[in-house]
């Protein structure tokens, strides 16, 4: 067998096409049948009426329709055939061909055809062939359907889950356009491989991207990307929370699985739908900052404040004095924040055409939107389209084209603008000023001679990056998929299906950026300017599925058993390309394919290839005694030999006691009462592939010979990292469920625990080994799902309510010393540094640091009066003393080369051994950064037409170090600083929290107690309207559906935290700290839907 | 229908068949060779080779060679440098934080030479073409760039883990203990022997010949470790091998700006390692030092040693009016004198040439625009090399010959003067002072102080001596105070590779020392 696996596939996919039509072509005496098709109750003729020839199967085989005088003529190709009549309005006819070769038939006026059709079925839960009633589902599985966030403006499908399912948290990076959300299902079980649920559309896994050419921020762009279906296109979300339900993923599946289902085709006359949704978004009030006028009399005192030193603060650009060449750029009052945030404005249009009849359906919609940034600069606009395409040949035999696009064009600042924003000195102007005090044209950027302090002066113009920079991502993704569904044995009785699907998925990214020399002070033929680069990564990503699904049927009907057997590929080839070229003509030529000096460039490729085995069962009796069993058996290409393939199997099972007989009393109040253990293992990989083997590569050249250098450590000993875990469900439903719960606790142990790019002695001659297992970690929680329908109903009026909370608890079990060592580094003894433990048997997450007791009133101690200066005390409070009985100064670090003596109105610290000495000792547990629980409420309430959603989110107990105001409050540096400074120390007798300026000295913002705080809160997510005009009004406009909604977006944050926003990203194993991203936005959507 | 339902089994259980598709997990890199398919050709063992050779030329290794060697030397001051580390290094101030002390650039040579020592035997079974012969000159080449890179790692820490096999997979033991500098020199002198057995006189072309390792540089690098160890007459006797071979010549004084420094490959020189505008530029040099782009480099010459100053090596005062090195060539060719800012910018690898006005005797200079090179061992090295030693190992009994060797470089720079007599030098230490002077007047910029001075100080076992011209920079007090033990001559081991390796031992006089400032 030398064909490769992927023309195999083919073979079989061609095989399929071409046995199938030999089959139907039976023997056939064909003929003419001829006849005229009128309205039954007016006798009128009907032109234009469907006339199909089916064969016996129900495959269509020939088909016509009638003239304008309602007259038709059709070559039949077998007797055995029937004709089927259709007209819309008309009820539907068929008759036999027999025989007969005239066949005029009339058509009865159908008065329903209209009308929705309501169909009465078991709700199927599952994906391909193998479907399972949703009462039967015995996993922790948790459907959201998209109504219940249907008009919601959101960007993706992410912030609409958000606060919604239990157990998942979704926290959004930052507020910029495209920045995405970080998820987290049951916690994180593991430290860095991907941590991010699998997405699943329609039964096939949505590819995460990896290896991208933006590396900053590669996961959260991606991940938002991936995330770009839209909302509209929604169908529903099961989120598989446990092992058993996920374990049929295997790779990927230990972080969870969201799978989404998006909308079909639906039979009846073709509607087309139009959206259009009107966003307005502003940014939140973030720290106020000083004014140039109290920038300066502040950079003053802090110059001076070290050494009492009037020449330190002797700086120009701080003095006020017109004799200074540059004073008119330096005595301004520029509000930064002001100057780079703009109003946020979103178009949104979708459009979506969705009909078809007994044999196609079809749904295609496309969308454009068009979005401004909160921060100056900042333009996105997405063209989308998905098709969804379903054309059954015959009963048996049936093919599902899928097919999405998406065009995305980010543009994006270069930098963060808003932090430098924050940061800038306020009495600089945005634009050069003459000698009037007039801006001129050009921006100006403080110059590289200045003898500010290098990290202020060097700091570029954000308002010139915005207009002049460019950073611009470029994203285009298609994916098709073609499905084949083949009903083997044709009979009902015994079900045998094969289903088959391809997927393709090419998406492309190019980044392209422009750096000019004009955003900062640096000579224009310096490296690091006019420098432009670009970079493309190309993936493709072929996945193959095919099984087999066996329903036998059972003469007793109280069994049920469902049988299904599948084999899965996938193949992923990456390529990244990226060239950075510098010295180009800014304005003129900003791109990297321009001539001008090249600066590095790379390639590089990938080949990832996974395959997999599996086989799966359902069994249940009375629909009341279930269990459900999975083995996945998959082997990937990133590990060696030994390590290839892992096992995932998964076993569940659930017993609705409420059924039982004996349970017949209560079923008046108790509707719904179950129980379900499951239990189960999933896997993860490593992301990058070739690891397992020692690679050469070439490496330049010496003199003429060419060069060759091994390039990495084979990772022999790699293995697959497994989750195993745990869970116990319960399903109670009250008074035929309008009340539902929904409980769960589990337990998961992920073992082989990967470790990227540890690092290692560099004696191997390599820095970092790219992957390693490195140990055990446990992640324990429970969640509570509870939703309540219509549990107020009077008349026209009706809520609804839900709520969900979850905790999730994280311990390391064990974990390899290097690792713990790596993040257990020695304390340094320098300002805003805090330590985190991590630890065998403690959660990681911890802060810990010094606790902050106010500021030194007094520089000299003197009894009786200037109590409040900085000494040593002993337990009691009670003043140390030297042997002359002089009072023993308080100092930080005594005895190291950080050793200083603190000074009034420097911070004051707890001295917790009371060794007169601020040390590595008086570190003290801060709180964790791990939320004790979170989730989210809200309600629906109807009245009529009118709609009203609210919703809330909510985390509770987790310590956030707020670095932002860290930095806006040291004064030691040159950046600026919050207006909370100025109720800084500044005399003897000062009575503040504030600590004096000290230039680039002293430990005032030591790790403390002072900016960890509680990052509580509840925010009121969303409160939206939605109104559906009553269809009577629209009948005689010929319109379907109009409905109107406006929806109000973080409305308002319930909290203590006194940055801008306490919901921060994960900080990975340290501790979350605020960073001051840009934050969410609030805004508002006005939006129109119209159905025809 | 039942024929078709067959096949379709059939279709799908060969698509399944598990034995046939192991294969098609395993996956090899693209663009790139890997362990099992390599080491077949004759090609393979000399890419690699050249791949040790390419690691001495990476930024990381050039800027360490020129860092460790002189940047805590009294030939330094700050010029235009902004890196924090560099300015800190100028001012003593070292910590395991600072990013110059990590070794790993060196280990990372020594891995590739270790992978084609292990590798490069099998070969011969591969290819007939590759004899015996070839190997063992190849391998005398891998041989020494090992060596080298194992000499400067002793000299800048002392003791560190000294390994020679190959770091292939994650099932070797990567946590390696340090082995005493006496083990680790030890060892190298006998590969050394061994390569010097094997080593080319000479290869083909004048950049091979230069640019790669031959019989003289594995002298050179051999005479160096002797004097370090203070093996004088092993020194001496490598010293004279090298000497013994006529090809080598001191080029004119008027020449050595331009032949040695700015071509390169020149008569003198020994090891030269050869940089390449397209490969890899000399950033070590041409940002220390400075370019055609920016005359003014990181780093400049101390006014206190400027000619006529009170501690300068040139026109250096023997007392009663007599001069040594009144009108020294090398004054002019190493540094300009920047006439505005009064800095003395260096222009040794810096400049391409220096032209004098005959009437008014004023320079001008011309800066290079192209990348140079950087001379691991040349001539004069070795001749001065050999005067150290043999003042050391005949004390005071054979001043004459030591001045006679100062003399051949001496007399190249001051070719007007008279040349330096043993009867003006009063003793063992003014000898050796001179000795030390002209090391420095000759081989400044060249990666060569420091260890001067710490050689000076290990015979004496005492930093004093060093201290007494360190200090005559600007540098205060509290820089000298972090000098005063002989272990804070070496480097501390960086902070990463102590996580990284806890069986490693820091440097005791590091110890206790941590970083005072933050940013």
Redo the contacts between chains.
């Keep these: 067998m030398n064909l490769s696996m992927k023309s195999r596939l083919y073979i079989v996919i061609l095989l399929l096409l071409v046995l199938t039509p030999f089959a139907s072509a039976q023997t056939a005496g064909d003929g003419i049948v001829q006849g005229t098709i009128s309205s039954k109750s007016n006798g009128e003729l009907l032109p234009g009426v469907n006339i199909q020839e089916i064969s016996p199967d129900n495959r269509v085989v020939n088909a016509t329709i009638t003239d304008a005088n309602g007259h038709f003529v059709i070559r039949f190709k077998s007797a055995a055939d029937k004709l089927s009549f259709s007209y819309l309005g008309f009820q539907k006819e068929s008759r036999a061909i027999g025989s007969l070769r005239i066949i005029n038939v009339g058509l009865t006026e159908s008065g329903h055809a209209l009308e929705d059709i309501v169909i009465t079925a078991k709700k199927m839960y599952g994906e391909g062939g193998f479907k399972i009633p949703e009462r039967e589902i015995s996993t922790a599985v948790q459907t959201i359907n998209a109504k219940a966030f249907e008009g919601l403006q959101v960007g993706s499908i992410d912030e609409a889950l958000q606060g919604r399912v239990a157990g998942l948290d979704i926290v959004a990076n930052s507020g910029d356009p495209g920045s995405g959300s970080s998820m987290r299902i049951r916690g994180a079980s593991t430290l860095n491989a991907n941590a991010e649920p699998l997405i699943v559309v329609n039964g096939v896994p949505y590819n995460i991207s990896i290896n991208s050419s933006d590396i900053t921020n590669a996961s959260q762009e991606q991940f938002a990307n991936m995330l770009s279906i839209n909302p509209d296109d929604i169908l529903e979300i099961n989120v598989l929370k446990d092992a058993a339900s996920t374990a049929i993923w295997g790779i990927r599946g230990a972080n969870g699985v969201l799978m989404v289902t998006t909308k079909k085709g639906v039979m009846g006359p073709t509607k087309i739908q139009y959206t259009y949704r009107f966003t307005r978004a502003t940014q939140p009030k973030g720290l106020n900052m000083l004014n140039g006028d109290d920038y300066t009399m502040l950079m003053k005192q802090a110059y001076f404040n070290p050494n009492q030193d009037e020449s330190a603060a002797d700086i120009p650009e701080f003095n006020y004095d017109p004799g200074f060449s540059e004073f008119e750029n330096f005595n301004n009052n520029t509000d930064w924040v002001k100057e780079v945030t703009q109003t946020g404005i979103i178009h949104d249009h979708y459009v979506t055409v969705l009909g078809g009849g007994e044999r196609a359906k079809f749904r295609i919609s496309g969308g454009y939107l068009d979005q401004n940034g909160t921060v100056i600069g900042q333009k996105m606009n997405r063209y989308s389209s998905r098709a969804y395409l379903d054309y059954s040949v015959s009963d048996r035999l049936k093919f599902i084209t899928e097919f999405s696009y998406t065009n995305t064009d980010n543009k994006r600042d270069y930098g963060d603008l808003l932090n430098i924003a924050y940061t800038k000195m306020p009495n600089v102007s945005v634009y050069n000023q003459d000698a009037s005090g007039n801006d001129t044209k050009t921006f100006y950027n403080i110059s590289r001679l200045s003898k500010l302090g290098s990290a202020q002066r060097d700091l570029p113009n954000p308002v010139a990056i915005a207009a002049l920079a460019t950073n611009n991502v470029k994203n285009f993704r298609i994916i098709p998929t073609f499905r084949l569904r083949y009903d083997l044995t044709g009979e009902k009785s015994k079900n045998l299906e094969y289903n088959m699907y391809v997927s393709f998925d090419i998406n492309n990214d190019k980044v392209s950026q422009f750096y000019p020399w004009e955003v900062t002070n640096v000579a224009s033929n310096s490296t690091d300017v006019n420098r432009a680069s670009s970079a493309d990564t190309e993936e493709l990503l072929i996945q193959t599925d095919n099984n087999l699904t066996w329903q036998p049927k059972f003469d007793n009907e109280d069994h049920n058993l469902i049988l299904n057997g599948t084999f899965q590929s996938t193949t992923s080839n990456t390529t990244n390309q990226g060239i950075q070229v510098y010295d180009l003509a800014s304005g003129t030529s900003t791109d990297a394919s321009q001539d001008g000096f090249l600066n590095s460039s790379s390639t590089s490729t990938s080949t990832i290839r996974t395959m997999a085995y599996m086989a799966r069962a359902h069994y249940s009796y009375k629909s009341k005694y279930i269990a459900s069993f999975t083995m996945r058996r998959e082997g990937s290409s990133v590990f060696g030999k030994n390590n290839r393939w892992g096992n995932f199997p998964g076993v569940s099972a659930k017993w609705i006691i409420s059924d039982e007989d004996f349970m017949e009393s209560t079923k008046s109040w108790l509707s719904m009462l179950a129980i379900r253990p499951s239990w189960g293992i999933s896997g993860n990989a490593p992301k990058t592939s070739g690891s397992s083997y020692s690679r050469y590569v070439p490496y330049d050249s010496y003199i003429d010979l060419p060069a060759t250098v091994p390039t990495s450590l084979r990772l022999a000993d790699l293995r697959w990292e497994k989750t195993n875990s745990w869970n116990m469900g319960m399903d109670l439903g009250f008074f035929d469920d309008r009340f539902v719960f929904d409980l769960n606790t589990y337990h998961k142990r992920t073992t082989d625990l990967l470790f990227e790019n540890l690092t290692i002695p560099s004696t191997s001659g390599f820095a970092i080994q790219s992957w390693k297992n490195v140990g055990t970690m446990d992640n324990d929680g429970f969640e509570v799902n509870f939703f309540a329908n219509r549990i107020l109903k009077k008349g026209d009026f009706s809520l609804d309510l839900n709520l969900n909370f979850s905790n999730n608890f994280n311990t390391i079990i064990s974990l390899d010393q290097k690792v713990l060592d790596k993040y257990n580094p020695k304390y340094t003894y320098q300002n805003g540094e805090y330590l985190s433990r991590l630890e065998n048997g403690h959660s990681f997450g911890s802060i810990y640091g010094f606790k902050y007791e106010g500021v030194y009133k007094y520089d000299e101690y003197n009894f009786g009066e200037n109590q409040d200066a900085p000494v040593a005390r002993d337990k009691n409070g009670n003043i140390l003393t030297d042997e002359n009985g002089e009072a023993l100064p308080m100092m930080f670090a005594y005895g190291t080369t950080s050793e200083y003596k603190f000074r009034g109105g420097d911070a004051k610290y707890k001295d917790i051994n009371h060794d007169g000495s601020i040390d590595e000792l008086d570190i003290v547990y801060l709180g964790n950064s791990n939320p004790i629980m979170n989730g989210g409420f809200g309600g629906t309430l109807r009245y009529k037409n009118l709609n009203c959603t609210m919703f809330f989110n909510f985390r509770y107990g987790n310590k956030i170090v707020n670095a932002a105001r860290m930095n806006a409050e040291n004064m030691y540096n040159d950046n600026n600083q919050s207006i909370a400074v100025n109720w800084r120390w500044r005399k003897d007798g000062d009575e503040t929290m504030i600590p004096r300026a000290l230039y680039r000295s002293g430990y005032n913002w030591l790790g403390s107690d002072r900016f960890v705080e509680d990052g509580s809160f509840i925010r009121f997510k969303y409160l939206q309207f939605n109104y559906n005009v009553p269809a009577a009004n629209l009948k005689p406009l010929g319109i379907d559906k109009v409905s109107i909604y406006l929806n109000f977006n973080n409305l308002y944050v319930f909290t203590k935290y006194t940055g801008v926003d306490p919901e921060v990203g994960y900080g990975g194993f340290g501790v979350s700290s605020d960073n001051a991203q840009t934050p969410r936005s609030k805004d508002f959507t006005l939006g129109l839907s119209i159905g025809i | ?1 039942k024929n ?2 067959k ?2 089994i059939v ?2 259980l ?5 034995s ?3 294969n ?13 398919q ?1 080491w077949k050709t004759e090609s ?1 063992a ?6 040790c ?3 001495l ?1 990476a930024n990381d290794v050039t800027y360490r060679m020129l860092i460790w060697g002189e940047m805590r030397s009294d030939n330094f001051i700050k010029g235009d440098l ?1 890196d924090v580390d560099m300015v800190k290094i100028l001012g003593q101030e070292i910590t395991p ?1 600072n990013a110059n002390c ?3 650039p060196f ?2 040579i ?3 030479c ?2 084609f020592l292990k590798y490069a035997p099998d070969v011969l079974k591969e290819d007939a073409n590759f004899t015996v012969g070839k190997l063992h000159a190849m391998e005398a080449e891998v041989l020494t760039i090992r060596a080298l890179s194992y000499f400067y790692l002793v000299r800048a820490f002392k003791n ?2 000294f ?1 020679t096999t ?7 033991d ?3 203990t340090q082995s005493t500098e006496r083990e680790v020199l030890d060892s190298i002198t006998n590969d050394l022997k061994v390569a010097a057995l094997y080593a080319k006189t000479s290869f083909s072309t004048p ?2 010949t230069k ?2 390792i031959t019989k003289n540089a594995v002298y050179a690098l051999l005479a160096d470790i002797y004097l370090w160890d203070q093996k004088y007459d092993d020194c001496i006797q490598m010293c004279n091998n090298v000497m013994a071979d006529n090809t080598l010549k001191l080029v004119g004084a008027e020449s050595v700006i331009n032949d040695v420094f700015y071509e390169g490959k020149s008569s003198e020189t020994i090891f030269e390692l ?1 940089f ?1 505008d397209k ?2 530029i000399n950033y070590a040099t041409r940002n220390l030092y400075g370019w055609s ?1 920016i005359t003014r480099g990181g780093v400049s010459f101390p006014t206190n040693l400027a000619p006529g100053k009170q501690y300068s090596p040139f026109k250096y005062s023997l007392g009663s009016g007599m001069y040594e090195s009144e009108k020294d060539t090398r004054a002019k060719d190493f540094f300009v004198t920047d006439a505005v800012s009064g800095v003395y910018n260096i222009f040794k690898y810096a400049g391409l040439a220096r032209s004098e006005n005959t009437t008014t005797n004023v320079s001008s200079y011309t800066y290079r625009s192209n990348t140079s090179n950087w001379i691991v061992y040349r001539l004069s090295d070795v001749i001065l090399m050999k005067a150290e030693a043999l003042l050391q190992k005949t004390g005071a009994s054979d001043f004459e010959n030591v001045v006679a060797l100062v003399n051949k470089t001496y007399q190249r720079s001051n070719p007007d003067a008279d040349t330096l007599s043993s009867l003006k030098y009063s003793g063992f230490n003014d000898v050796q002072s001179l000795v030390l002077r002209e090391r420095q007047r000759e081989l400044m910029f060249e990666g060569k102080r420091w260890f001067d001075l710490m050689r000076l100080a290990r015979r004496s076992n005492s930093t004093a001596p060093l201290v007494s011209y360190v200090a005559k920079t600007t540098a205060g007090n509290e820089a000298l105070g972090k000098v005063s033990v002989m272990n804070a001559l070496y480097w501390p081991i960086h ?3 102590l ?4 069986l ?1 031992v820091q440097n005791p006089f590091y110890n ?8």
Excluded: H
């Design positions: 229908m078709k339902f096949l379709l279709a799908i060969l698509l399944t068949g598990a046939s598709c192991s098609w997990l395993e996956v090899l890199p693209d663009n790139q060779m890997i362990l099992e390599y393979d000399q890419n690699v080779m050249a791949g050779y390419r690691g030329i902004t934080a990590a070794w790993g280990y990372s020594i891995n590739n270790n992978t560190v883990p390994i190959p770091s292939i997979d994650d099932s070797q990567y946590l390696a950049a091979y640019g790669r050869q390449n490969v890899q782009g902070k990463n590779e996580i990284a390796n806890p490693l206790t020392v941590t970083s005072s400032t933050s940013n």
